[in-house]
């Protein structure tokens, strides 16, 4: 059984730093230590005309 963890404020808030300095999912999960499906699911959630918002 696979024990899940939810992304940190910090995290939400480098994957926004990452996105706006342009590096892809893949690079992004790499340097988070995370599954890029997770950095997929979080993007797919959080982002809307303006772009990404970890808030």
């Keep these: 059984m ?4 939810q992304l940190t404020y910090e995290q939400r808030c480098q994957i926004e730093a990452f996105k706006k ?3 892809t999912q893949a690079e992004i999960a790499v340097a988070l230590g995370v599954s890029q499906s997770t950095i997929s699911r979080e993007l ?3 982002s809307g ?3 990404y918002r970890h808030k």
């Design 49 to 51: 005309q303006r772009g």
């Design 2 to 5: 696979r024990h899940y963890k």
């Design 44 to 46: 797919a959630r959080n």
């Design 21 to 23: 300095s342009g590096f």
